[in-house]
């Protein structure tokens, strides 16, 4: 694995996220990056990929969001371009870079990953939805999402939207199942139970 270019790469996506994300992605920033990758790398190597196939999920987590400093739709296409300019430059090998761009690819909602590694950095990207900081993560979501969608929601749209979204999301490798997917379902249990709370006060 070649740790230098990794830094190298991480150090080159943060800068261009402290310079170019707006100020209204308090979601998409430098610490969810940065969590994912950290995410790719623990839920790579418990399912046992190569110091090779490390290197592309972690190479794609860094590049997955970079897209998003320009446009919130399509985002993945643009960061597959900052991806293939950067590896480019660095000599990175021709089908290396194919690997990594379809790992960034495979995140588009809804997740649609082809082989173990597009299916590690989608459970990577998406592994907050079964994390104790899950509500935390979910109100700086909503925050963007209410900015790119012009309006703000009622906390029953919200949360409405919320469980939509958690119910038909499904983790990939066994690793996620086994470790995120417990939380993800008690994460659900308390979004349903607020829903619930606030349609029993509305009567």
Known sequence: MNNSLLKKAEEYVLSILYEKTPQEHVYHDVNHTQEVIASARKIGEAVQLSDS?????????????????????????????????????????????????????????????????????????????????????????????????GRSLTELEWLEKSIEFISSHHFFTFFAKQELDPLKLKNLEKLKKMLADIKAKKG
């Open 53 to 149: 196939e490390l290197e592309i999920v972690q190479l794609a987590a860094c590049f997955h969001d970079t897209g998003y400093v320009e446009i919130s739709e399509g985002h993945e296409e643009l960061s597959v371009q900052y991806a293939r300019e950067f590896l480019m430059s660095e000599g990175y090998p021709a089908d290396k870079i194919d690997r990594v761009t379809n790992c960034i690819l495979a995140t588009r909602v809804p997740q649609n990953p082809q082989n173990i590694l597009e299916e590690v950095v989608c459970d990577a990207d998406l592994s907050h939805l079964g994390k104790k900081n899950f509500v935390n993560r979910n109100d700086l979501f909503r925050v963007e999402f209410e900015y790119h969608f």
